[in-house]
């Protein structure tokens, strides 16, 4: 019997893999600027000179991690005496988690439980003497960490006053503002210049997936870049929709065993892809928030106490109500959620509705 897959080479992907959004081009066009600030900024930790803190911000897929990677990578090549580490504050959500993480890049041995914050702190600072490397740290998605508070960057600055090579830190965030309410004294040790990604152009979003075309497929009809830049500047700029517009245009076209990818392709899959950032934020948040989500996305539109009510009938056990006030400032901070205050209106005082 034939078997239902098929073993023929594809003849429509030279190779998928550039599509998908975690692939570290080698080319970042459009990019060149920011690649140099921040090369220029992060430099002298290779002279074991103090370094200028970065905070690089703008709207989802504009570059900002790509280009902090791209810039870690080829810093590590260039420089024995360096050690970037980069760390996505989703994952790493407390100081404790963040200096643990860093001691683990050091190949700094950390109990699991037990060893107190200045314990490894302490590891830390003795391990990158010994090893008289610079570092420089990236904190994505920074907002996560500044909205439980100021803790974290603290103890980050406090790394600096014991060791001979300052840590130099590189911020990442959507949101402009993250730092407006941080403390004046720790904002001020921070000394961040702000970079700021602005939204790619339809005539630069072209040459970004024209690149990944080259490497990803065979074969491609005139106008299929055009129509996915066109999509993805649409849908805020975000090249993660192109990439993704161009890999299910590939599928589409492979599953038909057509000879090539072609305008027809990506126009029936155009209308199914949607913004993609929020897509990954709906799979970070807690179960909670998830819920909470759901309910807004029925009802487009309630009063906090109504949200609340609806949402303790739903799970098992609810939280809090004082619990539930901080999800939903979290939900806001993460950009998921609006909320409206109506002046005068005693106990009601909260509309909340989702945003995308
Ligand atoms: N100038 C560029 N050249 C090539 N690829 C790019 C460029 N800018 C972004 N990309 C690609 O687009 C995708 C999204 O980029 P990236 O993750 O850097 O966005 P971001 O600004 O960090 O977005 P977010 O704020 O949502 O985290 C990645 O796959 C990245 O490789
Ligand atoms: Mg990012």
């Not at 703008?58 to 024995?80: D, L, Q, Y």
Request: hydrophobic share 40%; with cysteine.
């Amino acid at each position: 019997m034939n078997s239902i897959f098929s073993v023929e080479e594809s003849k429509i992907f030279k190779n998928e893999e550039v599509l998908f959004p975690e692939y570290l081009p080698e080319l970042l066009p459009h990019r060149e600027d920011k690649i140099k600030q921040l090369a220029n900024n992060i430099f002298p930790v290779s002279r074991g000179r103090k370094a200028q803190n970065t905070f690089l911000f703008g709207s989802p897929g504009t570059g900002k991690t790509a280009t902090t990677k791209f810039v870690f990578r080829e810093f590590e090549e260039f420089s024995e005496r360096v050690k970037t580490i980069y760390i996505n504050c989703w994952d790493y959500k407390s100081a404790h988690a963040i200096l643990s993480k860093i001691a683990y890049e050091l190949e700094v041995f950390v109990q699991r439980r037990g060893m107190s914050k200045d314990e490894i702190l302490e590891k830390l600072i003795e391990a990158c003497k010994k090893t008289n490397k610079g570092l420089v740290v990236c904190l994505d998605e920074v907002d996560q960490l500044v909205f439980r508070g100021e803790e974290a960057l603290y103890d980050l600055l406090r790394i600096n006053q014991y060791m001979q090579n300052p840590v130099c830190l590189v911020f990442i965030s959507n949101n402009p503002n993250v730092f407006v309410d941080v403390e004046p004294r720790i904002k001020s040790s921070l000394g961040i210049e702000e970079v700021e990604f602005k939204p790619y152009s339809l005539e630069e979003m072209k040459d970004i997936l024209q690149e990944r075309v080259k490497l990803a497929f065979h074969s491609v009809e005139d106008g299929v870049v055009l129509l996915a830049a066109n999509h993805a500047v649409k849908s805020g700029s975000d090249v993660r929709v192109g990439l993704e517009c161009l890999l299910r245009a590939g599928r589409l076209a492979e599953q038909e065993n057509s000879n090539k990818v072609k305008v027809e392709h990506v126009k029936r899959i155009l209308s199914s892809i949607k913004p993609v950032k929020p897509r990954i934020l709906k799979e970070r948040i807690s179960e909670d928030e998830r819920v909470v989500l759901e309910i807004l996305e029925e009802k487009k539109e309630l009063f906090s106490v109504e949200l609340y009510r609806e949402y303790c009938d739903r799970v098992g056990s609810p939280i809090s109500e004082r619990a539930f006030r901080d999800l939903i400032n979290h939900l806001k901070e993460t950009g998921l959620i609006r909320i409206k205050k109506l002046k005068g209106v005693k106990g009601r005082a909260r509309i909340i509705t989702p945003k995308l």
